[in-house]
């Protein structure tokens, strides 16, 4: 039988980028809160710069229960599911905000629109078959307070490209406005990133540094950044990357309301009769506990949130918490990052070390920053250039063709070319179709005997031609900057696990075709709320984490100013 343990007003599962920047609202609130974390906590010993440990073996000691649960995964529902063979998040006070690349996109006014502005510049039938694409249930303009609040939090470097509806060439043209600038000048740029920049403009493109969530100098007492050449998939020894972890947790901590526990893994949250949330049952070292609270927020991972729900079953809930109209899974979508593009150029880029989020971006072919009328799909991607490489990494590039991949030949080609190579990163608009959801896999289980995700989902014709498409704008770019040889990754199919997952548990007034409301909190159960990308339902050319915990802290003040009428 579970220990019971105290009450407590809200608890928070999973305290990585979207619970993590929620508790310091709730905390200066004056609720009490508990953090259920199923990791960690990681110290500064734990982000030695090892490429070896961080991006060879996906930080070993910090992955052990994502690895225990990674999805299986199917591109239709009469194929077979099969299991990956690793999950690229983690658990740990702070969760993948830990070792991630930090880039902190808000996403463009477009994004919250799409049917309604696809509908109004092009017509009705460009919204592709079969997609379930709803519009959020408000504007860009209501989330902007929120993106201006955690960017200024937790602290990212940027340069504004429209502040109040004043442009300024240095920053994105196609950006909503801003109320103010970023809190830090954004990171510098290499030679070699000035080049592709000066290339961009060639072409006619308005090109711009990335935002991202790292300390370009000093900020709140933590250091600048040393590009020091570790940042991809690695932590920071000297807390320049602006984690919860280091920002808002323990601020919230500081408050005396927020209670951390770490080495729990919630199996259930657990509801009265009437259908209300009461708490959680965890296991920590074996042990199983009980932790009543009056509110609970379901925080971790898309893929960890859709799965508690779902095994959240009970006489209220038959088919899982909140799913009372089969919602649940569904609007699955995500980024799709395949489509590579990688340039060889005759010349060293010096581009050794440095970070993922220092970088050059075009968004002239984003969203709807374009004309589509005479293209066969909507939405587009953020291209991205940016300087980052170590040894390992370096030995295994393409040697596009002219030379073997072993032997003394290749080792030649390898030592000549090491740092002229350089592949680009383009996030693309992803749209969710009724064919592509979760679900609780019947056959493969966990360690615990839980069910793990199951995904069904593939890429349709309009996610395919917008890759196709980016993918030649991006060999221009390269080749306008002096490339020699580019080679293009296939246009891909199935969906797999992926650190930019979201919907599930998508955001929206209907209860039929949403679970959560315009304030994150659940149709069907008035005290229970979901934080994290699960919630979005459209993409973006844009990684989620800002936007999440933006959401999150709305989601946090709706609850903190109208406590009294959702708990009762």
């Known amino acids: 039988m579970a220990t019971r343990l105290p009450g407590t ?53 910090a992955v052990q229960k994502c690895a225990n649960e990674v999805p299986t995964m199917r591109r239709t529902r009469s194929g077979s ?13 702070g969760g993948t905000t830990l070792h991630y690349w930090a880039q902190s996109w808000r996403l463009n006014p477009w994004d919250f629109k799409v049917v309604s502005e696809t509908r109004r510049r092009y017509g009705g039938s460009r919204i592709p078959a079969g997609s379930t694409v709803e519009d959020w249930p408000f504007g860009y303009e209501e989330l902007e307070p929120y993106y201006d609040r955690v960017e200024h939090e937790i602290g990212v470097s940027g340069q504004a490209g429209n502040v109040n509806g004043k442009k300024d060439q240095r920053g994105n ?40 969530a790292i300390n370009s100098e000093t900020y709140q007492g933590r250091s600048g950044c040393m590009y020091h050449g570790f940042c991809n998939k690695g932590g920071c020894h000297v807390d320049a990357k602006n984690s919860p972890a280091v920002t808002t947790i323990p601020r919230a901590e500081a408050t005396g309301r927020l209670q951390v526990v770490t080495h729990a893994t919630v199996t259930k949250i657990e509801t009265d009769n009437q259908g209300k949330v009461t708490g959680v049952t965890y296991l920590q070292d074996r042990e199983e506990f009980f932790q009543p609270a009056r509110f609970v927020f379901v925080a971790g991972y898309t893929y960890e949130n ?36 990688t340039a060889l150029f ?31 799909f909507i939405g587009g991607g953020n291209m991205w250039v940016y300087s980052d490489r170590r040894p390992i990494s370096a030995a295994g590039m393409s040697t596009f063709g002219r030379a073997p991949t072993w032997g003394s030949a290749w080792k030649a080609f390898i030592r000549e070319n090491a740092d002229r190579t350089n592949s680009a990163y383009i996030q693309k608009t992803t749209l969710p179709y009724a064919s592509n959801y979760m679900d609780l896999d019947p056959v493969v289980k966990d360690p615990l005997g839980y069910p793990v995700i199951r995904i069904t989902a593939e890429y349709k014709q309009n996610e395919l031609a917008i890759a196709d498409y980016l993918q030649e704008q991006m060999e221009r770019w390269y080749r306008e900057a002096g490339a020699v040889e580019v080679v293009r990754g296939g246009l891909g199919g199935q969906m797999g696990v992926t650190t930019h997952a979201y919907g599930g548990t998508r955001m929206g007034d209907n209860p039929e075709t949403n679970v959560v409301n315009r304030y994150g909190v659940s149709h069907e159960v008035p005290n229970l709320g979901v934080l994290g990308a699960s919630v979005m339902g459209t993409s973006g050319a844009r990684n989620p984490t800002l936007t999440a915990q933006a959401l999150a802290w709305r989601t946090a003040e709706h609850l903190a100013q109208n406590w009294s009428s959702i708990v009762g």
């Open 173 to 212: 043209p196609f950006e909503g406005p801003r109320q103010r600038e970023y809190p830090m000048p954004a990171l510098r740029w290499s030679g070699f990133l000035d080049k592709m920049a000066d290339s961009a403009r060639g072409l006619g493109w308005q090109p711009f540094p990335g935002p991202a």
């Open 346 to 376: 005759p010349f060293d880029l010096h581009a050794w070390y440095g970070l993922p989020a220092q970088g050059v971006a075009v968004d002239d072919f984003a969203d709807d920053n374009f004309d589509h009328s005479g293209l066969d």
């Open 9 to 61: 007003d809200v608890v928070i599962v999973g305290l990585g980028a979207a619970g993590g920047v929620a508790a310091l609202p709730l905390a200066e609130a004056g609720l009490d809160i508990v953090g259920l974390e199923a990791g960690s906590r990681l110290s500064k010993r734990d982000f030695a710069p090892d490429e070896l440990a961080n991006n060879m073996r996906n930080w070993p000691f």
């Open 81 to 93: 599911a099969n299991q990956g063979g690793g999950h690229p998040m983690m658990n740990g006070v």
């Open 306 to 341: 859709v799965r508690l729900l779902l095994l959240s079953k009970s006489r209220a809930f038959p088919i899982g918490l909140s799913n009372n109209h089969a919602q649940v899974g569904k609007h699955y979508l995500s980024h799709h990052q395949g489509a590579g593009v």
